[in-house]
């Protein structure tokens, strides 16, 4: 079986997908976190590696730039490869002054002025939850392994935030007291097409700019400065 996006057959892709935005890091987590991979999937360069994570079965998929790239292969995942739990791995930029460069965030609930829902399913929707269930194992396997993580509400956005006419418009049409910890562009779509699909969703984040940090992460430290984010998720697959 295969898709117009992805020619992997059903059996080939993992319970849980593990998904960054960038192919190249997908080939950078199969390279040096995985053994046993096999690379099932590089249909419009979109590379699906499949492989063992101390002996547990996992994927690891890029998902592209913006929700409509991350709705159409999240909804694939679960509607024909029988994914269950997918973990969204990627950058972000920060709206908090106390937040540094590659701090972790765990999304609990994001906003969008998207008509991503309304489009797919015909609902008026702009706010979505993650997973409690998966976030919960997440923040477990972050304390067992020291690793700190900020628990918030993000913004997820049709465009590259940075290139806001005027970023302070944007939030004042944030909803009162969401106080966003950040910005990105894939996680609503991601939460919603699991909620429609009753599956399991979360969302990793790694800070790479914000308007209080002068330095931003380069396109090298994007892909392969973000290890213990990876290892967060890595880990967390273990105890699912």
Do not use: W
Request: proline content about 3%; glycine content about 4%.
């Amino acid at each position: 079986m295969s898709t117009p996006h992805n020619e992997a057959n059903l059996g080939d892709i993992a319970k849980t997908v593990i998904m960054p935005g960038d192919p190249l890091r997908a080939k950078y987590i199969a390279d040096n976190f995985l053994t046993d991979v096999k690379l099932v999937n590089s249909v419009r360069g979109i590379y699906t590696y499949t492989g063992k994570y101390k002996n547990k079965e996992v994927s690891i998929m890029a998902s592209g730039m913006g929700m409509p790239s991350m709705g159409i292969y999240s909804y694939e995942l679960y509607k024909f490869y029988d994914v269950e739990n997918i973990i969204r791995i990627g950058s972000c930029g920060s709206y908090k002054s106390d937040l540094k460069l590659f701090d972790i965030i765990l999304a609990e609930n994001t906003f969008s002025e998207s008509n991503f829902a309304l489009t797919l399913n015909n609902d008026d929707c702009h706010i979505v939850s993650s997973d409690s269930v998966l976030n919960n194992t997440i923040i477990s396997t972050a304390k067992e392994n020291n690793i700190d993580v900020h628990l918030g509400n993000t913004v997820c956005t049709d465009c590259f935030d940075v290139y806001m006419t005027d970023v302070n418009k944007f939030l004042a049409r944030v909803p009162d007291n969401f106080n966003p910890l950040s910005a990105e562009m894939e996680a609503f779509a991601l939460f919603y097409v699991a909620k429609m699909l009753n599956k399991k969703a979360a969302c990793l984040m790694s800070v790479v700019d914000s308007k209080y940090i002068k330095e931003i992460a380069t396109p090298e430290e994007r892909q392969t400065g973000l290890n213990n984010m990876i290892k967060l998720a890595l880990e967390s697959v273990l105890s699912l």
